[in-house]
């Protein structure tokens, strides 16, 4: 069966500093991989969407990058942290485009 | 444009008591796809029922069950006898095909469910 991992689990960083945000999935291979943030008010919004390796693309402006190094690893990375940066990340992974996303357990960033 | 509303912020209910969480939505298009997920406080996002907008048939999987209406466009969802276990936030979502990747999930809000003993 199918894993998806994310480290750390939690994270505080003060503003300006970069960020490094890991996703790995385990169980599949050529997946569809997501970042999406989970903002205070519960309202979830997809950042990053990646078909494969070395394959991004951005679905918002923002303070944010993300790499795709690995068929199954998924990076989140800034040089330089926001405050509006905080919130709660999560990966997700999917068979094709059009099929069930499925989320990872969420690394939760506060930046002071 | 595509979106999801789901009325109520916040439920309180008594354990076994059944609860019906509303969820509507907009589209233009005449395919699409509707998914429900539960964050429970732990945070991670669990995958419940994905619908096809050509398939209204409703849906049972044990407590929980889902009623597609498409001439109302809504998408609720059952728990019938609830426990405490399911106290978590319930997203409705759609599939964006009009968003950058074709693929990203337009979330609603979220309902807060709390289940007491």
């Known amino acids: 069966s199918q894993t998806i991992h994310q480290w750390p689990a939690t994270l505080v960083q003060p503003v300006g500093s970069p960020l490094s945000l890991e996703c790995t999935v385990e169980?599949?291979?050529?997946?569809?991989l997501y970042w999406y943030r989970q903002a205070a008010g519960r309202g979830l919004q997809l950042l990053f969407y990646?078909?494969?390796?070395?394959?991004i693309s951005s679905e918002v402006p923002q303070n944010l990058s993300a790499s795709r190094p690995q068929d199954r690893q998924f990076i989140l990375s800034s040089k330089k942290l926001l405050l509006s940066d905080s919130g709660f990340y999560l990966c997700?992974?999917?068979?094709?485009?059009?099929?069930?996303?499925?989320f990872g357990p969420g690394t939760r960033l506060t930046v002071l | 444009a595509q979106k999801v509303t789901q009325a109520q912020t916040e439920i309180s209910v008594v354990e076994k008591e059944d609860v019906t969480l509303d969820c509507v939505y907009e589209?233009?298009?005449?395919?699409?796809?509707l998914f429900w997920y539960k964050q429970p406080p732990s945070g991670e996002l669990v995958f419940l029922i994905r619908?096809?907008?050509?398939?209204?048939q409703n849906e049972i999987s044990g407590r929980y069950s889902w009623n597609f209406q498409k001439s109302t466009s809504s998408f609720n969802f059952t728990i019938t006898a609830s426990q405490v276990v399911d106290s978590a936030v319930y997203f409705c979502?759609?599939?964006?095909?009009?968003?950058?990747?074709?693929?990203?999930?337009?979330f609603g809000k979220g309902t807060s469910l709390l289940v007491t003993p």
């Open positions: 997700a992974w999917s068979s094709g485009g059009a099929d069930t996303q499925y």
């Open positions: 169980g599949t291979s050529n997946p569809n």
């Open positions: 990646s078909v494969g390796i070395g394959q």
């Open positions: 589209t233009r298009d005449t395919t699409y796809y």
């Open positions: 619908r096809n907008s050509f398939d209204e």
């Open positions: 979502a759609l599939r964006d095909p009009y968003s950058n990747s074709g693929y990203a999930l337009n």
